[in-house]
């Protein structure tokens, strides 16, 4: 099956991988290989901006209220993959917070902010997954 087929595929639906195939496909008409959307995405993160759709708190709290189940379950996953004791102790890492007790971090974690960091980290690590799935080098 080629990779644009398995694509198509991977964005039916309504959950979290199908809106991040379903963004693939989209920005693949603006690239020559579809290698070069991955990489783009990896290069800046969503940080970047290259997320239109998950630019404004508005879109990424919404996109983490939508999406939360499959988000903490990623993000569970992940962090027993990665050999953290608890999935906190990956989120701390992702919103830079090394030690709670400091001044301040905590205010981090603030729901819109803590929301933005988590639908960031879910859309890339989803698009990290795909791109494993189609097995396109990162």
Same mark, same amino acid.
């Given at each position: ?47 970047? %901006?290259?997320?239109? +759709? ?6 990424? &709290?919404?996109?983490? =209220?939508?999406?939360? @189940?499959?988000? $903490? ?9 990665? %050999?953290?004791?608890? +999935? ?6 992702? &919103?830079?917070?090394? =030690?709670?007790?400091? @001044?301040?971090? $905590? ?32």
């Amino acid at each position: 099956m080629n990779t644009l087929k398995e694509l198509e595929k991977l964005s039916e639906g309504t959950g979290l991988k199908a809106f991040v195939a379903t963004w693939i496909l989209s920005k693949n008409e603006d690239y020559d290989q579809l290698e070069s959307v991955f990489e783009d995405l990896f290069y800046g993160g969503c940080a970047s %901006g290259i997320v239109s +759709e998950l630019i404004y708190y508005t879109d990424t &709290v919404a996109f983490y =209220d939508k999406h939360k @189940d499959e988000i $903490w379950k990623l993000a569970i996953k992940q962090a027993g993959e990665l %050999g953290y004791d608890h +999935e906190w102790d990956l989120i701390f890492s992702l &919103v830079g917070i090394k =030690d709670i007790q400091c @001044d301040g971090t $905590w205010e981090l974690l603030k729901d819109t902010q803590f929301k933005n960091v988590m639908a960031w980290y879910a859309f890339e690590e989803t698009a990290r997954e795909i791109s494993y799935e189609l097995e396109i080098e990162n």
